[in-house]
């Protein structure tokens, strides 16, 4: 069974910083495509980045290019989101996801495994 756990959302105030984590267990970490996706409310869910199985490709929205990273440590089966310059319309519940074969890492359908989502709100 593919599961994974994300970490590390909270309350912090604009400008400030935070590093999302996601664990995932049940699958070959390493061979699979790893994304972060986040819903704001009343809004839908929205690519934010992802990364390849082995790590060289990336991608990220246009809203988060040059303040937020994604990276991969494929020992820790674990996928990371560091978020710095933190604006207020970055509240949203952040969902990590994983898939093989992605072709496109910022489509939702690649992925078939999703986490259960992370809370970050960012205040004035």
């Known amino acids: 069974q593919v599961q994974l756990v994300e970490s590390g959302g909270g309350l912090v105030q604009a400008g400030g910083s935070l590093r999302l984590s996601c664990s995932t267990s049940?699958?070959?970490?390493?061979?699979?495509?790893m994304g972060w996706f986040r819903r704001a409310p009343g809004r839908e869910r929205e690519f934010v980045a992802g990364?390849?199985?082995?790590?060289?490709?990336?991608d990220y929205a246009d809203s988060v290019k040059g303040r937020f990273t994604i990276s991969r440590d494929n020992a820790k089966n674990t996928v990371y989101l560091q978020m710095n310059s933190l604006k207020p319309e970055d509240t949203a519940v952040y969902y990590c996801a994983t898939g093989i074969g992605v072709r496109f890492l910022w489509s939702p359908r690649e992925y078939d495994y999703w986490g259960q989502g992370t809370q970050v709100t960012v205040f004035l």
């Open positions: 049940g699958r070959t970490f390493s061979s699979s495509a």
């Open positions: 990364i390849s199985w082995y790590g060289v490709t990336t």
